[in-house]
Antibody
Framework: QVQLQQWGAGLLKPSETLSLTCAVSGGSFSGYYWSWIRQPPGQGLEWIGKINHGGSTNYNPSLKSRVTISVDTSKNQFSLKLSSVTAADTAVYYC????????????WGQGTLVTVSS | QSALTQPASVSGSPGQSITISCTGTSSDVGGYDYVSWYQQHPGEAPKLMIYDVTRRPSGVSNRFSGSKSGNTASLTISGLQAEDEADYYCSSYTSSSTYVFGTGTKVTVL
């Protein structure tokens, strides 16, 4: 059974860097894109970016200047860093799995609420 | 990239059919047969309901179906049930090798 377990700091101050990690278990790490998606409270979903096991990335153009997604294949983990956060970055952040050759999210992490407040 | 446009809400009585639209551009919905649909109940992660416009994952009820015409994709729920009450989001692959989600539709079962 594939599981995506994510963790990271839940409360940040403006201008700090958001950092989240997602560990993958119960399935192959290669053969997939690993993605981050967020959802502000009461609002819709926003795609942040994706990475494959080789480290090739694609980012949402609106966030590209502040986002870094990295992968650690030795630990079957991937991470998200979002710099210079503001209150507008307050959201539930999900890690997710996209099969290579496909364009849908088949598995989601449990979500992490990150609040940005002074 | 702009979010795909969905109606804010759609409602129907049990047993009826409803359709949710998802309108994009030729750079996303209209350019690829890569539209997927997700169902999200409050407090839960989204669940995949339809992918590649019309394909249904194993375990998803055949009451859910998808289609596309031009720059607009649609999700139809037939035989509406109380458990279908949720938020629904479409998503499309884009010409920039990124993804874009729809604005979301709240489905209410009357």
């Amino acid at each position: 059974q594939v599981q995506l377990q994510q963790w990271g700091a839940g409360l940040l101050k403006p201008s700090e860097t958001l950092s989240l990690t997602c560990a993958v278990s119960g399935g192959s790490f290669s053969g997939y894109y690993w993605s981050w998606i967020r959802q502000p409270p009461g609002q819709g979903l926003e795609w942040i970016g994706k990475i494959n096991h080789g480290g090739s990335t694609n980012y949402n153009p609106s966030l590209k200047s502040r986002v870094t997604i990295s992968v650690d294949t030795s630990k079957n983990q991937f991470s998200l860093k979002l710099s210079s956060v503001t209150a507008a970055d307050t959201a539930v952040y999900y890690c997710a799995r996209i099969p290579l050759g496909y364009t849908y999210v088949g598995y989601w992490g449990q979500g992490t609420l990150v609040t940005v407040s002074s | 990239q702009s979010a795909l446009t969905q109606p804010a809400s759609v409602s129907g009585s049990p047993g009826q059919s409803i359709t949710i639209s998802c309108t994009g551009t030729s750079s996303d919905v209209g350019g690829y047969d890569y539209v997927s649909w997700y169902q999200q109940h409050p407090g839960e992660a989204p669940k995949l309901m339809i992918y590649d416009v019309t394909r249904r994952p194993s375990g998803v009820s055949n009451r859910f179906s998808g289609s596309k015409s031009g720059n607009t994709a649609s999700l139809t729920i037939s035989g509406l049930q109380a458990e279908d009450e949720a938020d629904y989001y479409c998503s499309s692959y884009t010409s920039s090798s990124t993804y874009v989600f729809g604005t979301g539709t709240k489905v209410t079962v009357l």
